[in-house]
């Protein structure tokens, strides 16, 4: 792997990680009602990663292939997976177990709070409420892997987007 690439993904996964435990461990430390916003993240998250492949394209003179553009991208994006997927794991599973039992009481608050706002019938609500608790039922290790894989492939399609776009090859010698 290209060291400019191991730079890139080491320094982007590096900030996006320590924002995403920091906003964890505040949540979990303040109210954990606060991780049900995680994903005002998401628009950061984004930013990040476009500044990757512009850092990446600057440090290589300007110029970057499909392949380096979308790495940039891509590379920083599985590091914090990875990491918040085990930070995670350590603090539902194994530091506080009925953290995740509490999480899933928020979730409920929060998605009956979004639920209200389209003034849905109480029919409407109780279906709503009944879904929640199926979901929430299945709610497990697999099931936050799963999350995170899902978040890695729509991840990958804006990162071939943004590759696209961003990509500029170094013009070929024609001696």
Same mark, same amino acid.
């Given at each position: ?28 430390? @303040? ?8 994903? @005002?993240?998401?628009? =950061? ?7 990757? @492949? ?42 506080? #177990? ?23 019938? #109480? ?6 409420? +009944?879904?929640?608790? +199926? ?8 099931? =936050?892997?799963?999350?995170? =894989? ?20 170094? #013009?070929?010698?024609?001696?």
């Amino acid at each position: 792997m290209d060291p400019l690439l191991k730079k890139v993904a080491v320094r982007y996964g590096g900030i996006m990680s320590a924002i995403a435990v920091l906003y964890l461990v505040i949540a979990y430390v @303040v109210d954990p009602y606060y991780i049900m916003w995680e994903f @005002v993240r998401y628009p =950061l998250n984004i930013v990040l990663l476009i500044m990757s @492949v512009l850092t990446f394209k600057k440090w290589n003179g300007g110029y970057s292939s499909f392949k380096e553009t979308f790495s940039a991208w891509i590379l920083p994006t599985i590091m914090t997976t990875a990491i918040l997927i085990v930070v995670k794991l350590i603090l539902f599973w194994g530091i506080d #177990p009925n953290f995740i039992t509490e999480l899933r009481g928020y979730e409920v608050q929060f998605q009956q709070y979004v639920a209200k706002l389209a003034n849905p019938t #109480p029919e409407q609500l109780q279906m709503q409420a +009944e879904m929640l608790d +199926e979901q929430l039922a299945v709610k497990t290790k697999v099931g =936050l892997i799963n999350e995170y =894989l899902f978040l890695i492939v729509v991840n990958t399609i804006f990162g071939l987007l943004i590759s696209a776009a961003l990509t500029k090859a170094k #013009p070929l010698d024609t001696k």
